[in-house]
């Protein structure tokens, strides 16, 4: 890494508030809502205390794991209009600051993690630490137009890990919460991308739209669109959920569906802001906290005896 001019002795003052930004909050409340649902959704019990206990270690990782993604990233979030104001690129704190935060927020999840919870749950916490910390910052971003996919990984984890976090083992329903995240990252993320593109061109990231082109990443947004609706709907087809979650997860991938369509069909000639883009965009974000909450929903009906 270059050093930053982020480091110089003409810094801003620091203040709580910079550190907390350097978590991703916007980021972590999808974290903590989907680990939430992972918790309430998973079969069994658990007591309140290690539930609460379980969300907040998840929440340390994922913010531990955030910090060591902008620490690594200062230059290249001083080159983009998006994340220029950033604490690190803005001035307001030095790098080492954020860097040994980043590590204690990190190191402290785990072993909460694994004293209070259990040592199975620990360890995919931390397996997603390093996998958006090394693998998907250090290593894929800057090599590969594909990192988003591979890199989608890291966002799918929360779930894994509340269920885990419950049960204390692996199935097939906590597999199939992974892989939903994991597929709808792409389109969710590539709408991003299309519109915010001169950025990543501008400061060298390969994203799909600056490497391979617009065409190209409209077909692989529908291409992750299509395998997503399965997915989506996997949960009930299996007999994990009841018809509640199933209709929702139809309806919602559905939309998903027609929503994708006028990206996949736009021109490049066609001037409207971007607008199928943005409206794909945040219809992504809406699609999975339905969908999750669906998931909790369909849980509470099963407990309550509303449902067989």
Same mark, same amino acid.
Request: hydrophobic content about 55%.
């Given at each position: 890494m270059a050093t930053s001019a982020t480091t110089t002795p003409a810094m801003?003052?620091?203040?709580?508030?910079?550190?907390?930004?350097?978590?991703?909050?916007?980021?972590?409340t999808l974290v903590i809502f989907t680990a939430i649902c992972g918790v309430l959704a998973a079969p069994g019990s658990i007591h309140p205390v290690i539930g609460f206990t379980a969300i907040l270690a998840i929440a340390m990782g994922a913010g531990g794991s955030a910090v060591l993604n902008m620490w690594w990233e200062a230059d290249i979030d001083a080159g983009m209009k998006r994340t220029m104001s950033r604490p690190l690129p803005g001035g307001r704190m030095r790098r080492e600051d954020a860097r040994d935060f980043g590590i204690f927020l990190s190191a402290v999840s785990i072993v909460l993690m694994g004293l209070a919870v259990g040592w199975l749950a620990a360890s995919l916490l931390l397996g997603a630490i390093i996998y958006y910390a090394v693998i998907y910052t250090m290593w894929l971003k800057p090599r590969t137009p594909q990192n988003i996919v591979i890199g989608g990984g890291a966002g799918a984890f929360p779930p894994l890990?509340?269920?885990?976090?419950?049960?204390?083992?692996?199935?097939?329903?906590?597999?199939?919460?992974?892989?939903?995240i994991f597929f709808w990252t792409p389109?969710?993320?590539? =709408? &991003?991308?299309? *519109?915010?593109? /001169?950025?990543?061109e501008k400061v060298g990231i390969?994203?799909?739209?600056?490497?391979?082109?617009?065409?190209?990443?409209?077909?692989?947004?529908?291409?992750?669109?299509?395998?997503?609706?399965?997915?989506?709907?996997?949960?009930?087809?299996?007999?994990?959920t009841s018809w509640i979650y199933g209709s929702v997860a139809v309806v919602l991938s559905?939309?998903?569906?027609?929503? =994708? &369509?006028?990206? *996949?069909?736009? /021109?490049?000639?066609?001037?409207?802001a971007m607008l199928p883009e943005k409206r794909l965009f945040k219809f992504s974000i809406v699609y999975l906290f339905v969908l999750f909450a669906a998931l909790v929903a369909d849980r509470v009906a099963a407990y309550q005896g509303l449902i067989a």
């Open positions: 801003m003052p620091t203040e709580w508030r910079d550190f907390f930004a350097l978590t991703k909050p916007r980021v972590m890990i509340g269920w885990v976090a419950v049960t204390g083992e692996i199935t097939a329903m906590p597999i199939l919460l992974f892989a939903i389109p969710h993320f590539w =709408a &991003l991308a299309l *519109f915010v593109q /001169t950025d990543y390969p994203m799909l739209p600056v490497v391979a082109g617009e065409r190209a990443t409209r077909r692989q947004i529908m291409g992750y669109t299509v395998l997503l609706a399965p997915i989506a709907v996997a949960p009930w087809l299996i007999g994990g559905a939309l998903f569906l027609l929503l =994708a &369509l006028p990206v *996949f069909t736009r /021109t490049r000639g066609e001037t409207d």
